[in-house]
């Protein structure tokens, strides 16, 4: 007897359910929108690009171009799911040029807001418009407008509540969406952008701003001035940009501006290359600021990985990656790593407040808004001046262009012979004149750099010098930590460590590097011991020997609390001064502070 069939349970869902799922990955606040919509522009050649933004974009988001357009056939297709013109075969997924290909944004943007398109073409007199309300599908209408394209986004998720929830305060969807269309205008030099909100212009850039411009533009005029360039080119991977001094790291890797083949990325791989191009120039859990344009075959990348794109597969990333952290390094160690005194001392105020102003979530909104932030002005005292004073060594016509000052530092330090007068504060602290101002020294600090540094030197070289000890020093361990040590003890003489097991739980040392002077040898064993644990590789690679080295380097600082001589003082700066980058000791304090005149021009009020 044939059994009766249970009722079909399964159904294709309606298509609107299915647009709205897939909006889910794609619409998840009005800065997608933006996004969507700022690539849709740019895709179609654009080279003026209007933002017009209301209630952070939640009331409106509308996107004008002057790009290609859409005739009457392409604006009845737009709205469909998985429509589009940016790919028509499936080996054109092998080398995506363009920003979108997936054909789904406009399709899940008008089954969750009230759309409207108006465009007109190229070769067209007059342009036509089509509507999509959560789902429901206008006609496709004849009607008047510029050459280019005008996407409008209303009352975004007004059909799906729950959606509408998830939505932040209109500051914050805001910040979200300057974000986004910031980043794209950094992506695309050769494009204007204007961008309003609530009818008030917050941010613009003009078509022919370069790269630099468009930084100053965006976060000022400090960080545009300090950057570093970086050019470097293996085979058809070329990587163009500017690294920022250590000084303007962060706590989040927002200010991280990576660009491959033009499209914004956030990626985790790009964000160590980053950190390892910083290593030692960086506290522990801050984030460098760079902003970096790389271009990559379109073959080796896939960027096919995430609905919103933003996500990539690298084909033979160690190759790239050791590509990148070589020339990275190169540009940072070029970077400015002093600390000048008004930022310092604006660091130092913001700490006392324990608000970062420069950390809130609002990216910073261009020059248009800057009135809003007034400069707060430092306190600052000085209680006695020695050494030449500043007439001594700047002409004495009024301080010039900044250009002059810089011009007159370089002639300075060029013939500077490191002499005093110094003034030695509380045996910690070398203050000492320079022609634009004067710079205040951490003895310590710069000591422990000046030591690590040569000792890295000398591991490089392989000609450590390692003091001997007539009597070995024996330092107590868990039986856990000599186990773990016995396994590296004959990697640790290149680097000057010289360790023998002396019992199940005791470490004899024979000797250390000579150059660390009356080291402390029992922290330095264990700094070993931390080192080898945590990161669970051998002392031969060459992050754990730099971290030994570092660690090595700030057991042996005698410099601390010592009165010192001008001789030793001297010896000391030409000592550091050798080095690649004496400017920030290993554990990345800084090792010089130093305040120019427009400090202390404002720290008078003078300015
Ligand atoms: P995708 O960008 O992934 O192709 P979209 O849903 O964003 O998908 O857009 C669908 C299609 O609509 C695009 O392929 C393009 O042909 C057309 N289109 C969208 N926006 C514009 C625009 N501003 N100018 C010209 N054509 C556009
Ligand atoms: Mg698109």
Sequence with gaps: MPQQTPPA???????????????GEVIERPASVVKELVENALDAGASEVRVDLEEGGVKLVRVIDNGCGMGAEDLAMAFHAHATSKLQTPEDLDHIASLGFRGEALASMGSVARCTILSRPQEQSTGATVQNVGGKLSEVREAGGAVGTSTEVRDLFFNTPARRR????????????????????????????????????????????????????TFGAELAESLVPVEAADGMTHLLGYVAPPRFSRRDTARQMWFLNGRAMRDKVLTRVLRDSYRGFL????????????????????????????EVRLRDSRRLFGFLVHHLREAVRQTDMSTPGESMLLSMQRRENREDPAQAALPNPGPLAAGLQAAPQPGFEVHEVAGRTLSDVIPSQAPATPLDLEEGRKQWTEGDDLRGPFLQIARTYLVRALPDGFEIIDQHALHERTTFEELRQDVRENKVEVQKYLVPELVELSRADVELLSGHMESLTPVGLELAVFGPSTVAVHGLPARLRNPDVEGVVRDLVDVLGRTGKAPGAEDVIEEVLHSSACRSSVMAGDSLTEDEIRSLLLRASALETDQTCPHSRPTKVRFKLPDLERAFHRR
């Design 166 to 217: 998830f939505l932040k305060r209109t500051s914050t969807e805001l910040s979200r969406c300057l974000d986004v269309i910031q980043r794209a205008a950094l992506a695309h030099v050769g494009v204007g952008f204007v961008v309003t909100h609530g009818g008030k212009r917050v941010f613009d850039v003009e078509a022919d701003m370069d790269l630099l411009a468009r930084i100053r533009r």
């Design 283 to 310: 506290e522990e859990g801050r984030q460098p600021v760079a902003f970096l344009q790389l271009s990559i075959e379109p073959a080796q990348v896939d960027v096919n990985v995430h609905p919103a794109k933003t």
């Design 9 to 23: 349970r399964i159904a294709l869902l309606p298509e609107v359910v299915r647009n709205q799922i897939a909006a």
